[in-house]
């Protein structure tokens, strides 16, 4: 009978009322954690006053924290998901968001606030994997990308809205609103989640890489902590660089990333498959994917800060200064999409860096007298460079692994994205505090003016366009895949799915 019934479901015409239901519990927990990632960043220079903090080489971990928590969960959404089953770790994954959400409202001190935002990455991590899987195994083979095109809505709303809306709050009611807004939509959320969706069926699944989930997140976490222990003291003007902080942080790191990556590639079943490495046309691929989420991520960052310490501007008008950038890219975002079936992902890489790397020349020209235009319009050249080129790329990451390993591509990039979020946050702020405290030195002065921060961030953004060159010039050593069409179809589909 059940398999009657079954058949009845696949032979059905497919009605997008058929799985509303589902679709909607699941758009709203990717939306609440997607919002919750570029909102905090608003609030940083608050959150500094509010613990009376010199600066802000320790509140930045409330970032750092969060997406190298997700770093460390994504690739065990698979395993979690076929052990336990996709709605059971959906709706924990929720539950804990919402719990670490509550509990960074209530938090007193910046350490316990970098703890429970470590709790919030550890559940938003999982969400948008096993949303994903979801959302295939919900669709109909033949309207995977009309559905999927629906999930795009609140991938891009949620980076526009989140400076826009926690600048509000900031500014309006206080910082704590920032995760207290996360509570009715969490529960909302879990409740839509335990009616509505399906309980897929559990899967065999290998032994977990316990070694490989130890190693990743000491490795990734220590190195990052090495690099943003660098730079110039704030209080006595020294290099730290030397400093034990940073010497052990970047040992450990080191000697930890060396054995992991040891682990994974003697493992059958490695957390994460670093043996796509071996396509040189990947790997190029993935390098210039960092370093557009470097020039990405670090600018969602850094400007925020800029616009609030260097012009005095209040939270709200930081978030909507910022808009341009998220509007740009999901505007530019489906346009990039069809151009890439025709063009393929080259092209729209090298338009892309190019964009990126006016933006970053642009914003390297930042004066004390510049007005909001001038750091709009760069922001909105990066969303649209971003946009032109973000799924051309990850389909010609998928498309250029092995097609053995195509399914656990997904797992290792976004992963590496979070890792990436973070070394970007570490290393720029590092950067742009080096260049602060010398230039503070040769002039003389005791507390940093417009005319300071403008050089400082100047000078970061100096060095970012650097890195952005180096990106075009790898996109122009991009090769088309050598797979077949109907591979290729089937490979972008393949990491979607949850199960390894």
């Known amino acids: 009978m059940s398999s009657d019934k079954s058949l009845a479901e696949k032979e059905a015409p497919f009605s997008m009322r058929s799985i509303l239901g589902p679709l909607v519990a699941i758009v709203v927990g990717i939306f609440m954690v997607i919002l919750d990632g570029t909102a905090v960043n608003v609030a940083l220079p608050k959150l500094q006053e509010e613990f009376k903090l ?3 080489s320790l509140v930045q971990w409330t970032v750092i924290g969060y997406a190298l928590a997700q770093a460390a969960v994504i690739p065990l959404a698979g395993w979690l998901s076929d052990r336990f089953g996709a709605k059971k770790i959906f709706l924990i994954s929720v539950g804990l ?3 670490g959400s509550g509990l960074c409202a209530l938090a007193n001190t910046v350490e316990m606030l970098i703890t429970f935002r470590i709790i919030q990455g550890l559940g938003g991590g999982v969400v948008v994997p096993i949303a994903m ?15 999927m095109g629906m999930m795009g809505i609140p991938i891009l709303l949620g980076p526009a809205l989140g400076p826009v809306v926690a ?17 009715p939509i969490g529960v909302i959320g879990i409740i839509l989640g335990i009616r509505t969706l399906p309980n897929i069926q559990r899967q065999s699944v290998a032994s977990l890489d316990l070694l490989g989930m130890l190693l990743g997140p000491i490795a990734f976490a220590a190195l990052v902590y090495g690099v943003s222990s660098g730079g110039i003291d704030p209080v006595t003007g020294k290099s730290t660089w030397t400093s034990p902080d940073t010497l052990i942080g970047s040992g450990v790191g080191i000697v930890a990333l060396v054995l992991f990556v040891i682990v994974e590639l003697r493992r059958d079943n490695p957390l994460l498959e670093l043996r796509v490495f071996r396509s040189g046309n990947f790997t190029k691929g993935i390098i210039v994917q960092w370093i557009s989420q470097i020039a990405m991520f670090g600018t969602m960052f850094l400007v925020p800060l800029y616009l609030q310490q260097a012009h005095g501007y209040s939270p709200l008008k930081t978030g909507l200064i910022m808009l341009p950038q998220a509007l740009a890219s999901g505007l530019f975002m489906p346009i990039g999409g069809k151009l890439s079936d025709r063009f393929g992902a080259r092209p729209l890489v090298l ?3 190019a964009l990126t790397t006016i933006s970053a020349l642009l914003l390297s020209n930042i004066s004390g007298n510049s007005g909001v235009g001038t750091v709009m319009l760069p922001l909105a050249l990066l969303g649209a460079g971003m946009g032109l080129f973000m799924m051309p790329l990850n389909n010609h990451l998928i498309q250029s692994a092995p097609q ?12 590496a994205q979070q890792v990436m979020m973070s070394f970007a946050i570490a290393i720029l702020m590092t950067i742009f505090t080096t260049k602060m405290k010398n230039v503070m030195i040769e002039s003389g002065k005791q507390k940093p003016d417009i005319d300071l921060y403008a050089s400082s961030f100047g000078y970061t953004f100096l060095i970012l366009l650097g890195i952005a060159v180096v990106g075009g010039l790898l996109g122009l050593m991009l090769k088309k895949p050598q797979r077949a069409e109907g591979d290729s179809k089937d490979g972008a589909e393949i990491p979607i799915m949850v199960g390894h």
Not at 404 to 415: C, E
């Open 54 to 56: 010199l600066n802000l």
């Open 351 to 353: 338009a892309g860096m």
């Open 133 to 147: 899987a979801f959302i295939y195994r919900l669709s109909p083979p033949g309207k995977v990308g009309a559905v």
């Open 167 to 183: 600048g509000w709050l900031v500014e309006y009611h206080s910082w704590q609103w920032i995760f207290l807004i996360n509570l």
């Open 404 to 415: 053995n390993l195509v399914g656990r591509v997904t797992s290792l990039t976004n992963a």
């Open 97 to 99: 968001f919402t719990i």
